[in-house]
Structures are given as structure tokens and as C-alpha cells.
């Protein structure tokens, strides 16, 4: 192997480590060592007491070659952070105006109003079958789903597939997407004001789907979709109503796949709410 072959594969995994850490962000062409920084505190301000007192000696900077500018945090136009109810505004006229979902896959592609949009790689609109009856929706998409491009690809997909599995279904009988379409860095949650901005988008790709039966999938899709400030715990297996127009649509609250797999136990909650859904898609619940 040539030294230029081992240092790509050096670089790689490097990246991968900072990629699984969440570090997702480039703040500056070159790393920055803080601890070899002076103390950037700024000298006290004098009061009038104070004023024979010599001010203390800034030390001068240790010359570092090349002066870079302090690391700007990147700012993401400014209705996403500076406004989330202008850009949530913005998202539910644009959302209302999409006839299919083609065309509100299309819209959030060009949609600029969610700074999450700018961390992700790629738009995880849906997968799945969008005349199914039945629509998975869970949080917001992981690494494996970013790079991707599709919902539930990971570990927590393969769960969910097997819950499917375990009751007659698979990805051809369900429809399957996300609260929120771009992954948060380092998959943290999606803060209240970009649920806020993308909830339009979920409401019209449900509308659009028309699905009877909803499962949501863990809290914060429960939370977005059912309006119960319950945890997940005691608001899963129950049917909720979600209002479409006229229509009433039923939403079934369950544990997230992701959860089950840190708390495997827990899966035997996770059948008795499968159960109830085959029920309920044979018309007996
Ligand atoms: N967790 C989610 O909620 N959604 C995904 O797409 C993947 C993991």
C-alpha cells in the first residue's frame, strides 16, 4: 500500500470519527489549539475608585503567523433563526399550495427557512408506499438516513422493519417518514422551533398521503401529531384522533424503534401496540 493510500485512509477515518461524534460543522480552514490561547477575558472595566491603580498588562499575543479572523459561526438566512414563525408562516403557505407529493418533496428542496436544511446532507423526505393505508412517522432522520436520503435505514429502520414484519407488513404496505425531513447535528432533538417550522410540511404529506391509520413513533412524533403533553410511556397504545378537513384520521401512539433497542425489554409494550394495529387495520379495533 503507498503512504498517500494509508493517509487517505488516515483522513477518512478521521472524518467518520468527527461525522459519528456530530461534529458536522466547519467553522474554520484550520484547527485551532484554545488551550495555547492567552486568556481572551477582557480587562475590568475602571471604575472611579480604581483609577490610580496602573491597568493590569495585557500579554501580547504569541505570533501565530498568518492573523485569522475569530470563528464566525455560520449564519443560515436569517428568517430560520432570527424569525421561526415567519419561516413556519412561509412553510405553511408554500406547503398549502403543494397538489402532490412530488411537488412538496420538490418545495422542501428549494425551502431555505429550516437551519437544519444547511447541516444535513440530504433531504429525508419518505419512503415507503404513499397509497398505503398505514404511515409510519418518527422524529427526524440519523447519519445512516442523511447519507441516504431515506427514513429508517439504520439500526432503529431494521427494528422497525421486523416490528412490520412481525404483523404482515413491509415497506410495499406502509408509507414511512419523519416529523422534521433533515437530520439535527449529532442527532440531537429537533428543537420546539424547527418542529414548528417543518410542522406545515408533515401536516400537507399527511394530507396528501391520506392514510386511516397513523403510528407514530416515540414522544416527539406523538407530541407533534396528537397535541398530549404525555410522555411516551403512558400515551402509547391508544388511538388518537388527527383531524384532516373534515376527516378524522386515527393515530396510534408506540415506542420508538431507536428506544426499544436501548431498552429491549420494553419490546413486549412495543408487541401488544403491534398487535392493536393489525387489529386495527383488519377493521377489529
Ligand atoms: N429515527 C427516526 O425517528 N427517524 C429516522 O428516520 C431514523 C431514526
Avoid at 466547519?26 to 472595566?45: G, M, N, S, T
Wanted: aromatic residues 6%; contains cysteine.
Amino acid at each position: 500500500m503507498t503512504e498517500a493510500h494509508d493517509e487517505r485512509r488516515d483522513l477518512t477515518a478521521c472524518l467518520d470519527f468527527y461525522t459519528e461524534a456530530g461534529v458536522d460543522l466547519a467553522l474554520d480552514e484550520r484547527p485551532h489549539d484554545r488551550f495555547a490561547e492567552v486568556d481572551p477575558i477582557p480587562a475590568p472595566r475602571l471604575e472611579r475608585r480604581d483609577v490610580e491603580r496602573p491597568a493590569p498588562q495585557r500579554q501580547p499575543l504569541p505570533d501565530r503567523g498568518t492573523p485569522v479572523d475569530p470563528p464566525r459561526q455560520q449564519t443560515f438566512g436569517r428568517s430560520a433563526s432570527a424569525m421561526p414563525e415567519a419561516a413556519a408562516g412561509d412553510a405553511r403557505a408554500k406547503a398549502k399550495d403543494c397538489a402532490t407529493l412530488a411537488d412538496l418533496e420538490a418545495l422542501l428542496a428549494t425551502f431555505d427557512g429550516c437551519p437544519l436544511k444547511f447541516t444535513a446532507k440530504n433531504l429525508v423526505f419518505a419512503d415507503g408506499n404513499p397509497a398505503a393505508k398505514l404511515m409510519f412517522v418518527g422524529e427526524a432522520p440519523g447519519a445512516d438516513e442523511d447519507r441516504i436520503g431515506k427514513p429508517f435505514m439504520g439500526r432503529s429502520g431494521q427494528l422497525l422493519d421486523r416490528m412490520m414484519a412481525a404483523i404482515g407488513l413491509d415497506r410495499t404496505r406502509a408509507y414511512v417518514t419523519n416529523i422534521v425531513p433533515w437530520r439535527p447535528p449529532g442527532n440531537r432533538n429537533p428543537t420546539p422551533q424547527e418542529v414548528a417550522i417543518c410542522r406545515p410540511f408533515i401536516e400537507r404529506q399527511i394530507e396528501l398521503a391520506d392514510p386511516d391509520l397513523i403510528v407514530c413513533l416515540g414522544s416527539p412524533a406523538t407530541q407533534a401529531l396528537t397535541g398530549t403533553k404525555d410522555g411516551i410511556l403512558k400515551a402509547r397504545g391508544r388511538f388518537y384522533p388527527y383531524r384532516v378537513g373534515q376527516r378524522e384520521i386515527r393515530a396510534l401512539a408506540t415506542l420508538h424503534p431507536a428506544y426499544l433497542l436501548r431498552q429491549p425489554l420494553q419490546k413486549r409494550l412495543a408487541w401488544r401496540d403491534f398487535r392493536l394495529l393489525r387489529n386495527a387495520l383488519d377493521g377489529k379495533a
